[in-house]
């Protein structure tokens, strides 16, 4: 927090949210109130300018500027659980702009776009607590236990992926105009974006103990991501689902909605 008394002054917490990670696998943990929440400060008038610029979204910087300047109380962002964000990204916006959320919705019969009005307290209310385990046997033995991926690996997740789409098109552009196509560079985008993977989800165990009695929890990195690439593919399917469903954040944005204008009555998402 700012030490400028003007700012300490000014800026008051708008809102606080539960967190549905409940500050696990932060690292440093973030400061919560006796309740357990989290203060959400509004967006200043530079906050807002940073969310409307598309480029910075891409690369998920705009995010983390975002999360450190109405979530002070969060010391690090980047090692932020994927898991909370969208109830944060919400509560920033309900601190900002008020409850009320109007979404486009398009109508599954017609085509009408209608507007909905949604409470983002309800979405907020019906946040629920990640029940899935962290902690994994496997066939052989092996404990192993993992945590969700944070902002900072997703967002490289996300990068890769744009950069292996923009080559694929590329590709495809050259070989409707004829011309030779680098199959060299295609395999490589394709290794790449692979072994990222494999990295994201070696950065998300925590420790591994082998199955002997009274053996020591390796919670080297280094030899975690070793010991990841030597496993199969079943148990490292079954290590990078769990990381995937403790990823998952839990708000339930479906929503009961009437069409104005053909009264078609549906189920929407509105995430
Ligand atoms: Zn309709």
């Known amino acids: 927090m700012s030490t400028n008394p003007l700012i300490a002054a000014y800026k008051k917490p708008a809102v606080y949210v539960a967190l549905p990670s409940e500050g696990k696998w932060y690292d440093p943990k973030p400061k919560l109130s006796v309740d357990n929440e989290l203060a959400i400060y509004p967006m200043s008038a530079k906050d807002e300018l940073i969310t409307k610029t598309p480029d910075a979204l891409f690369n998920g910087e705009a995010t983390v500027a975002l ?40 109508c599954t019969e017609c085509g009408h776009i209608n507007q909905m009005a949604v409470d983002s307290n309800v979405l907020l209310s019906r946040v629920e607590e990640n029940t899935t385990s962290p902690d994994i046997k496997l066939g052989n033995g092996f404990k192993v236990s993992v945590s969700p991926y944070n902002i900072q690996d997703r967002t490289r997740l996300q990068v890769q992926q744009v950069k292996q789409n923009q080559i694929v098109q590329g590709l495809m552009q050259a070989e409707q105009n004829g011309q030779q196509i680098e199959q060299a560079e295609f395999g490589k985008s394709f290794v790449e974006i692979a072994e990222l993977t494999v990295e994201l989800v070696s950065n998300c165990i925590v420790s591994v103990q082998t199955p002997e009695e009274g053996s020591s929890v390796i919670q080297d990195p280094a030899l975690i991501l070793e010991w990841i690439k030597t496993i199969t593919r079943k148990d490292y399917d079954e290590i990078r689902d769990r990381v995937e469903k403790l990823s998952e954040n839990n708000l339930d944005t479906m929503m009961n909605a009437e069409c104005q204008e053909c009264q078609a009555k549906y189920k929407t998402n509105i995430e």
Request: glycine share 2%.
């Open 67 to 106: 999360i450190e300047s109405c979530c002070p109380d969060i010391p690090n962002p980047r090692q932020m659980p994927v898991n909370d964000l969208l109830v944060v990204l919400l509560a920033i916006r309900q601190a900002s702009y008020g409850n009320d959320l109007s979404v486009d919705i398009k």
